[in-house]
């Protein structure tokens, strides 16, 4: 089909049209994509944020509640090492005279009682009178009349009732701090001092061991340290602004806060005021081994949102694709739906045209074919017997009737074609369709020399279709068997089975068969191989649109010199409720208005 | 045997003649009308027709509502649809409702006469059975009295 030069330009531009289609087509998908995931993952990380940030700081909270605790009770721990230690002094230095304690074979034995009570914490004891000279002195250092007049603890010893100092190296060279008590004796002030086991207190100060990072240590308000540690000592600013914030009280008894250390890593300090506020306990730990659950949670929660991502990413591209394909295939059907209502359309009035025109010229027609008929009859009247031109009139009058018999086959193909038959669905019986279509054709087969032979299978099921448009499918496969085996005549087999979901009506004939060159083309319009006159090409068109329609298939096969078989496949109706149809009173209602005639 | 006597039936003036000429000249009694009340009103008067050939189209009163009133009336009259259109469903409406045989016009004129004949043949035979059954009844009658 070559088409006119405007056809031809016509179909370049709606190429054309379609390409640029297809382009946008992609631009669009890709659009979609994107949209789609990027709105997918932009929720997924607004929810996985908002998440992360609630567990964040649920967790910081929990963890600082926790570190609170703790570092609050080891600073009471601490206090009550001191307060007791500090009692035991005091209540040594108020129930022995000072004659007693300044024996020194007598501070030796509460020494060691001292020592036997609190654990060795205490290394020594010594008594010191108003001028600062030690008296007498029990413990592991040979600091007898040492003269403490200058040192500064003894300054604010003297001064007030008891005293703790700092730790401070002093005369022996070790680090160390002292607990003094102030007593009189006859109107003197003397000083019992006891020296705290440095060793013993550091301990207790480190026994807080919280993660693998966490330690504690004191400090003064200057900020030297008060006990031996590893870790970096908090600058004194930083000491200074911790102070100053706890003493607006807004923290309650401990401060928390982080601070960056060496090589980056960040602290978390917590500090507790102590020993009357003269010391800062201060704990530190890293912020990586603090939030150590936290951090895994975390790693495994940006493992899981990258890998929803990539799912989120894969799935939108996926889905996306799909739905646009199938939405694109949508407008392709809708489209091509379209085309086709208009074509439909455009068939149909042609068609009403058409049958409008075979109708009254079939008429006239057989007026012509029958006057043509009369005048042959006349011819064979006596008078027209000898006439010389006898010959040259039956000739006309055989042509007048051969042409009479093309218009009608013509009439009457187009009246099938366009007819308006009755396309209404019912439940309806192929075998009753086929033996009623036999039935009609019984007559002309006969006259063809042709034997139809049935081969029904009993008890099919329903089907839903229209019966007229059956019948016309069937009858246009006989019409055409008998057709192809005139003038020699054969036959003609016609089985029904059901296979399937589906049921199968075969129309073979052991005719000519078809040249495989015509195979493919015998159901396009107005294709034919009969004589000019003898067939329209519309007959297996008609077939093949009739089966398409009802979701069916047509098939043909065809062996040149031994017959053609067609196969039609009609699917069985879905089953409601019940498994199949049965014969159901629509066909009887179809019967019944065919008897009524309407 | 007197020839049998047909009625055409059609709206089409000139091929109801023509067809009279036609079938008088093959040795039938040809009674005609231009429709199908016309057909039953000379029906009505000539109740010995044999066959009726019958288009199926026609103004007014059609050919199927025709043949129903004509195997109403008359059952014993055989008719033969002649139907314009190529549709089966006529067709089988007719042969369903009882008409003989059905043609497609234009028709072959011997392919007419003969189911004409076959109809009138039908129609003798009917007839016989009825004659003789009534004889059979009044045979009956006679013996059992």
Known sequence: MSGSPEDRHTKKRMGLYHVETAGDGRSTLKKRVFSVVVLSIAAMIAVSALILYHFYHSYRDKTYAHLNILVEKHRRDIDSFLKENLGAIRFIAKIFTFDELRDASFLENCLMNLQSHFNNVFVDLGVINARGVQIAYAGPFRLGKALYTEAPWFKKAIQSEYFIS??????????????????????????????????????????????????????????????????????????????????????????????????????????????????????????????????????????????????????????????????????REREAMSAQIVESGKLAAVGELAAGIAHEINNPVAIMVEEAGWIE?????????????????????????????????????????????????????????????????????????????????????????????????????????????????????????????????????????????NLARIFEPFFTTKAVGKGTGLGLSICYGIIKKIGGDIEVESHVGKGTTFRIKIPLPVARGSATLSATSDQTSDSDRMNRGV | MQAPLVMIVDDEAPFVETMTKRLEKRDLRILSALSGEEALEKLGKNQNTDVVILDVKMPGMDGVETLKRIKRDFPLIEVIMLTGHGTIESAIEGMKLGAFDYLLKPCEIEDLQAKILQAVEKRREHEERIKQAKVREALIRHGAS
């Open chain 1, 377 to 517: 009859d006349l011819l064979e009247e006596e008078e027209f017997r000898e006439s010389k031109s006898l010959k040259e009139f039956h000739r006309a009058l055989e042509q007048i009737r051969t042409q009479g018999r093309r218009c009608k086959e013509i009439t009457h193909k187009l009246l099938s074609f366009a007819r308006k038959t009755d396309s209404r669905i019912h439940n309806v019986k192929l075998n009753q369709i086929i033996e009623e279509v036999v039935s009609v054709t019984a007559q002309r087969a006969k006259y063809a020399k042709v034997a139809i032979e049935k081969n029904l299978q009993e008890d099919l099921p329903c089907l839903r279709l229209s019966s007229t448009e059956m019948q016309q499918v069937i009858l246009n496969l006989i019409n055409n068997a008998i057709d192809a085996m005139e003038p020699d005549g054969g036959r003609i087999m016609i089985t029904t089975r059901s296979d399937q979901n589906a049921l199968v009506v075969e129309v073979e004939d052991n005719g000519p068969g078809i040249p495989e060159a």
């Open chain 1, 166 to 331: 700092d730790v401070f190296m002093g005369l022996r060279g070790l680090p160390h701090f002292i607990i003094a008590v102030r007593e009189n004796h006859n109107g003197h002030a003397w000083i019992l001092r006891a020296t705290i086991d440095f060793v013993a207190f550091n301990n207790l100060v480190e026994s807080i061991q919280v993660g693998e990072t966490g330690l504690a240590y004191i400090v003064n308000r200057g900020g030297s340290l008060q006990t031996k540690t590893r870790a970096d000592v908090m600058k004194e600013g930083e000491i200074l602004t911790i102070l100053g914030e706890m003493e607006k009280g807004r923290y309650g008894q401990t401060y928390i806060t982080t601070i960056s250390g060496r090589g980056g890593n960040k602290y978390l300090y917590v500090a507790a005021l102590l020993k009357d506020g003269q010391w800062l306990l201060i704990y530190r730990q890293k912020i990586s081994d603090a939030f150590r659950e936290y951090n895994h949670a975390l790693r495994v929660a940006i493992a899981i949102i990258l890998l929803g991502g990539v799912c989120v990413v894969a799935m939108g591209i996926l889905l996306t694709s799909r739905v646009t394909r199938q939405m694109e295939k949508g407008e």
